[in-house]
């Protein structure tokens, strides 16, 4: 600092922590609708064409995270790429096999849009005969279907989104219909004697209307053009290849592939071009590229040194990835050649390949999403944006990798993931996701303050640790020369709860003082009250009557009193939950003598329909004192469709969102809590009133957080690492904070992974002094920002001394204001991070080789002669 002292912290740094993230199954981007046919050279608009659709990321565990980009509208740099926005809980147990995207309503999406997550159907399939139905918005299974034949290998969306084709056990094809927002068994194919363990649709072809409708149509120029599906190919366990006729469900060909000593050989993936061409990957390590029409070979290369098991086709047609056990991404591009005839043909090469994992790859997905078509049909994509290719597998990343062509030097191409100014390939720099990415209250690990517990949530366990606060003599300098304990001998293991759920567990929070834990699935939320021993084991009484007091208080038509976020009130005397089908904040009580909570206030106001302006919600007016600020709505002026805690208003169907970002001041008083459209609302918890509405923004709130030395101010990160500061009493964003938000580093906002929590040191709790400075913490999976605060509230005749001093120290300026700013990285991944006690920081890590070390051995193929 320029005129203060150091801020001495002492950190925990805490690895015992044995949290198990999920392997990576599946991987599917929305799909794009089929082009018009009647107006192929329509223009395509430029914003939506920049728009980034949705990532969907299968785990092993049975759960699905929903991921969208977080950069702004129209603009197709982001450093933060793709960010969790909520978690799909899958049964338990279950996994996932594979997963596929088809858009609800095709013909009311324009062909040039991209579909927004609420027009999406999610299916996916896990080792069983059934296949789940996701309902996206409210979190939770819409429906299941047997198949009728058995496990379901493999499943396909035809390019129209009215079919799914399953791949089963039995060697048919069962064919669903989608079309009117249905999921019905139309019929299925001949049966073959081997599996089905990989499926693809043959490009659709434009319908031939006989002479009557061709007379008609001639009247009517607004007539849809209609697609209809003719063939689609699959791999089998027997050594071989199968086109299949859609219309009469029959074998049109069979293709052979090699043997190994009798062996059969097993085609894991199969991909189709809009010319006709055939892609396939198989057990020996294979890549062969097929004719259709002839069904006959064209090439083949050993590209892989052991099974090939997922595949993606560039968004142009003429680029193939493929990646498998042997931890390689392979580049296929198709190049023109020379023949002797001096006719220009093509012919397919192995470009590079890259090693980017450390164990087997099982999914491979890439956005722009390759649209099946003939040529003439194809969509058009900019050219100076690169491609982008997401994999993931055993080691629980997804690597994103700019997959740009290096013959497209016709212009600049822009690195969508800010990795480097190269988007080749080849040549680029890829960057992970880390497995720690969700925030806040959805967090696997909590932090208990004053307890100084630590608990752990797993799919049906929990499991809380102890740490043991020691202080060292030798206090450090400042946040990048911190004095660490390791914890070699100072944690201990206090409780592990084995718990029967429904689906994997959620969320879960422990109180500051240790005395409740709280976890919930996505049906059932379960309060325990805790009792530290003598001997500082602990012991567990269940809160059994919590399920009878909120049953009242859920008005919904799925029957579950689950919660997606909880936060105990710093003196432990309340639980605010937000339930997950209800989309409803309860505020419960827990100061009875015998254990018995009370539902205090049910607040709905997330409930509300959702009104604004470019899908902007704004309330309040425009301050008129020249400071271009929006003030926040009181609660009389805000919108509810019902009142609090009564049924849903006959005229108002409310929405159903997705709470899953609560805050509570540290003395208590105000609470907030922010939806997934955007939407923060202020309660006051000293009168259980609904105080007011904040401003929405354009993206969610990825953390909350209370200032302590101001506890009405409110800080907000979002996943593009941007911060909004909102003082609750005033009911408007300090002019200071305004300076600060919208000057912040490069280093942060450019951080490439997103923000995950806020913190703030009680010792903040007195006004800022000399020897009190106010500053707050940021950090994500990767690293920790200190962000000063203190000199931003000072007189001018201070801001104009510390100018004066910016030669000497190290300040981020903006304006006639300056103010300190650290960033580090040696912690990585952290897990959770929280102040534990004055200037005392409890850090917890996972790191990635402690992970690596409960898996199996990567694949290795020892080569003589190689260094």
Request: hydrophobic share 35%; proline share 6%; aromatic share 6%.
């Amino acid at each position: 600092m320029a005129d203060n002292p150091a801020i001495p912290l002492s950190v925990h740094r805490c690895r015992f922590v044995d949290y198990a993230p999920s392997a990576i199954t599946a991987l599917a981007f929305s799909p794009l609708p089929l082009p018009s046919v009647r107006h192929t050279k329509r223009a395509q608009s430029a914003q939506k064409s920049r728009v980034i659709g949705t990532l969907a990321v299968g785990h092993a565990n049975g759960d699905i995270d929903i991921c969208e980009w977080s950069g702004q509208s129209g603009v197709t740099q982001s450093p933060q790429a793709w960010v969790p926005r909520k978690t799909l809980s899958g049964p338990y147990p279950s996994k996932v096999d594979s997963i596929a995207f088809a858009i609800r309503h095709p013909h009311l999406i324009d062909s040039d849009d991209v579909p927004a997550t609420s027009d999406l159907r999610l299916f996916s399939s896990g080792g069983g005969s059934e296949l789940l139905e996701w309902d996206i918005e409210r979190g939770t299974l819409l429906q299941t279907i047997n198949s009728q034949g058995g496990t379901i290998w493999c499943m396909a969306v035809n390019p129209s989104s009215s079919l799914l084709a399953l791949g089963c056990e039995d060697g048919t094809i069962r064919f669903l219909s989608l079309e009117s927002d249905t999921l019905l068994h139309q019929r299925k194919s001949d049966r073959v004697k081997c599996r089905m363990l990989s499926i693809a649709w043959g490009p659709p072809r434009l319908k031939q209307p006989n002479q009557t409708t061709q007379n008609e149509s001639d009247t009517s120029d607004d007539d849809e053009d209609e697609w209809s599906d003719t063939w689609l190919v699959t791999g089998g366990s027997d050594s071989s290849l199968r086109k299949w006729d859609v219309a009469s469900g029959r074998v049109v060909d069979r293709m052979g592939t090699e043997k190994i000593k009798g062996e059969r050989t097993l085609v894991w993936t199969v991909g189709v071009l809009g010319n006709d061409t055939i892609v396939s990957g198989d057990s020996l390590g294979i890549v062969k590229f097929w004719d259709a029409r002839t069904c006959t070979q064209l090439q083949s290369f050993q590209s892989h040194g052991a099974d090939v098991l997922c595949m993606a086709v560039g968004p142009d047609g003429k680029s193939v990835y493929t990646a498998g056990v042997d931890q390689r991404i392979t580049q296929f591009v198709l190049v023109k050649t020379q023949s002797s005839g001096s006719t220009a043909s093509t012919k397919w090469v192995q470009a590079s390949s890259r090693r980017m994992h450390s164990h087997d790859i099982r999914a491979l997905a890439l956005w722009p999403p390759y649209l099946t078509l003939p040529p003439k049909h194809q969509r058009t994509f900019p050219i100076d944006v690169a491609p982008i290719l997401a994999s993931g597998g055993l080691d629980m990343h997804v690597v994103l990798t700019p997959a740009a062509l290096s013959s497209s030097t016709v212009v600049k191409v822009q690195n969508p993931l800010a990795t480097s100014t190269e988007a080749t390939f080849e040549e680029s720099y890829h960057r992970k996701l880390p497995f720690t990415t969700r925030p806040g209250c959805t967090a696997p690990v909590q932090i208990s303050r004053a307890a100084g517990l630590i608990s752990c949530l797993r799919e049906s366990s929990v499991t809380v640790w102890r740490i043991k606060k020691t202080h060292s003599q030798e206090e450090p300098d400042s946040l990048t020369d911190v004095q660490e304990d390791e914890f070699g001998e100072e944690w201990e293991k206090v409780l592990e709860m084995d718990l029967k759920t429904h689906t994997n567990l959620i969320a879960s929070t422990i109180s500051d003082d240790g005395r409740w834990l709280v976890v919930s699935d996505f049906y059932e939320t379960k309060l325990f009250a805790l009792t530290t021993q003598e001997d500082g084991q602990i012991t567990v009484q269940r809160i059994r009557d919590l399920t009878s007091v909120l049953h009242p208080h859920i008005s919904s038509t799925i029957p579950s009193t689950g919660g997606s976020a909880f936060r105990f009130t710093p003196d432990s005397s309340k639980l605010v939950m937000a339930t997950t089908t209800s989309s409803s904040i309860l505020i419960i009580d827990l100061t009875s003598d015998n254990h018995t909570p009370k539902v205090l206030r049910k607040f709905t106001h997330h409930r509300s329909v959702k009104t604004g302006i470019r899908d902007r919600v704004v309330i309040g007016r425009r301050s008129t004192d020249g400071d271009d600020d929006v003030e926040m709505g009181d609660a009389a002026s805000t919108p509810v469709p019902e009142s609090e805690g009564d049924n849903d208003s006959e005229d108002i169907v409310p929405v159903v969102v997705d709470i899953l970002r609560l805050a509570i001041s540290p003395d208590g008083q105000w609470l907030a809590t922010s939806d997934n459209l955007g939407r923060t609302h202020i309660y006051n918890l000293d009168s259980v009133q609904h105080h007011g509405t904040l401003p929405s923004f354009p993206q969610p709130a990825q953390a909350l957080a209370f200032d302590p030395s101001h506890p009405g101010l409110l800080a907000m990160a979002f996943p593009d690492n941007t911060l909004h500061f909102y003082d609750v009493e005033k009911r408007q964003s300090p002019a200071w904070t305004r300076d600060l938000c919208s000057n912040l580093p490069k280093r942060l906002t450019h951080a490439h992974d997103t923000i995950l929590g806020i913190s703030f040191d009680p010792a903040l709790s007195q006004p800022p002094s000399p020897t009190n400075q106010s500053y707050v913490l940021l950090w994500g999976s990767t690293w920790i920002c200190k962000l000063s605060l203190t000199e931003l509230t000072g007189n001018n005749s201070k801001k104009k001394r510390r100018r004066e001093s910016t030669k000497e120290h190290r300040h981020f300026g903006y304006g006639d204001q300056t103010v300190d700013f650290k960033m580090i990285t040696q912690y990585r991944p952290i897990l959770a991070m929280e102040f534990v006690g004055a200037r005392e920081l409890a850090i917890v890590e996972r790191p990635l080789i402690d992970v690596l070390a409960t898996l199996p051995p990567a694949y290795f193929k020892h080569k003589y002669g190689a260094s």
